[in-house]
């Protein structure tokens, strides 16, 4: 079953919530009870950490997508703006130095292999 980042976020904080529950509550039930609940407990935590971690993954895919949309814009802004810049008709006066390009822009990052 997919989870995703708000669904993981939800998942797990009623994981540990229903853990903390059936942990503090078990005792003061019977004692055999609490054998019998821990496997339950136990499973559930397993179960919010796992969907923590797929929610960190999903949030990392996205990220690393993002930050390559973003290098690939600002590669078609320089070339526009370069384009412009030939494409200019020819008067007396010098054109102005290009700047460099603006650093709020991250350069594209090497693909890492995904797992």
């Given at each position: ?18 853990c903390a529950v059936v942990v503090l509550a078990a005792p003061l039930v019977a004692p055999q009870a ?50 412009a810049g030939a494409a200019a008709p020819a008067n007396d006066e010098a054109p102005e130095p290009q ?17």
């Amino acid at each position: 079953m997919a989870i995703d980042a708000r669904g993981a976020g939800l998942a797990f904080a009623l994981g540990v919530a229903a853990c903390a529950v059936v942990v503090l509550a078990a005792p003061l039930v019977a004692p055999q009870a609490a054998r019998r609940v821990r496997p339950l407990a136990k499973s559930a935590l397993k179960n919010a950490a796992l969907a923590a971690v797929a929610a960190r993954r999903h949030m990392a895919q996205m990220s690393e997508a993002w930050d390559d949309l973003l290098a690939e814009v600002a590669v078609d802004l320089s070339a526009a703006t370069a384009a412009a810049g030939a494409a200019a008709p020819a008067n007396d006066e010098a054109p102005e130095p290009q700047t460099e390009p603006a650093t709020n822009v991250r350069k594209a990052k090497p693909r890492r292999k995904r797992d």
